[in-house]
């Protein structure tokens, strides 16, 4: 009895931010320390806590383990009612980073009298108040660390950016281990990948191409429809990088060249990234047309609109759907939804002649308008304000430095010119886009059209181009009537 009144049951807390060998030696050691420790001072550890591979400077950062322990501290005793009187640590930094944590383990220890705590170099009394302004230092101190050693890590991910080196971890898809090297078979899945997309093919078409020939991530992993986009995505692709959400410049504002070799042009890139920044939700485009992320069955799903006129003189305007119920023998029925459905029902006309019409006239629009590419090479209008801009942002930011502007009018300035940098260079992008689709649309266009090279997806993304929608007429008598091409309103692009 009287062996059994000297056991001080305490617990163990072992902790470490990054895990890189993933096999827990770390956290291991720290509780060999502690075992020494606790046998040292007679008393006895009755729990383990760890946190292994968790951060405890960043906020986000949730410790298991450590709010367990804080539990059973303030408690007195672990939930099978095993009592605690003491915590076993290697050091203050392993328990808490932040005052705030440290306040916490505080309170949790000495919530009753009598409690314990020591380090490797022996017992702490915490209910001192010299004690605990200490450890409160000391927390303040490791921070001012923590914080110096993430400026210096942003500091060097930020200089290997502008020199063009790849970042650390694993290999992306598309490049050998070197992160410079183009993968045989990779690379040109991706550089497809990329022109099937400017050209309106969905990613999920593409996914089902990659389904098929099992094409698996860098980490052995079926490829799902956001890692697709992000690998599209990233200007990597082109030779540029991307740091903090914005492509890494030169002093000039040009793009910085990586080491590594590209796998697109950069006016690829460009075009995609404006094909995916113009998408505000996930199925509207910044122009108000529909985002297709799904092959559709049918040709003019959604582009075809009712016209026919309500009560107050405007026009219904819902976009025509194909229904089940409305297919015909043979055929199909483009219809205005029900109004329930929000349209107003009482429009159809058959699909297939419909979509033989609209065809024609896309196609013969797009031939033109070929035609007039050859002969005048389009260049975008806001280069010289770009450059201008760019150019006298730069002055002022040296005579800001110099002393010889005010803060006062510098500040103001440059942020109504930084505004218009960003929007001339959004509207660059978006031409590039228009460019590239451009490019796709050549004197050929009908052939490959009906040769079968081109999908429902990239068949609607060429009448995308064309046109912003095509608005369907009422007949105006009863009954059956003859198809009426005339009925068909095509709001053609500019």
Known sequence: MLEEARVIPVVSYARISADIARDAHGVEDQHKINAETAAR???????????NDLSAAKTTVIR???????????????????PVVGVLAVADDRLTRRAGDYERFVDALTYDEGRL???????KNLYSEDVESMGLFGVVISKMEVRKMQRRARSSHRSRAQRGIPVGGKRPFGWQADKLTLHPDEAPLLAQAARDVIAGKSLHSILKEWFDADVRTVHGNKWSSRALKLALWNPRLCGWRKLNGELVRDETGVPVVGLWEPI???????????????????????????????????LLTGILRCGKPREDGTICNAPLRVSAQARLSGGYLYQCP???????????RNGAKVDECITEAVLTKLEERAAMKREVAEVWGGEEE??????KQREMLQAWQNDQLSGELFFPENARMEKRIKELRADRTRHALSQQRAAEVTA??????????????????LIREAMHAVIVLPVERRGRAPFNPDLLKIQWRE
């Open 444 to 461: 050929d266009v009908r052939a490959r059209w009906d040769s079968g090279q081109l999908d429902n997806e990239q068949k609607r993304a």
């Open 117 to 123: 705590y020591a380090d490797a170099m022996g017992p």
């Open 338 to 348: 029900s109004r329930e459905m929000g349209g107003c029902g009482g429009l159809g």
């Open 64 to 82: 298991p383990d450590f709010e367990a322990m804080l539990r059973a501290l303030k408690a007195g005793h672990m939930p099978d009612g095993q």
């Open 264 to 298: 697109i042009a950069p006016k690829e890139w460009m075009a995609i990234d404006a094909l995916f920044s113009s998408r505000l939700g996930p199925n509207i485009r910044a122009d108000g047309s529909v985002t297709d992320y799904r092959t559709p069955h049918y």
């Open 41 to 51: 001072l007679g008393w006895t550890i009755v729990h383990r806590y760890t946190d």
């Open 386 to 391: 770009l450059n201008r801009l760019m150019v």
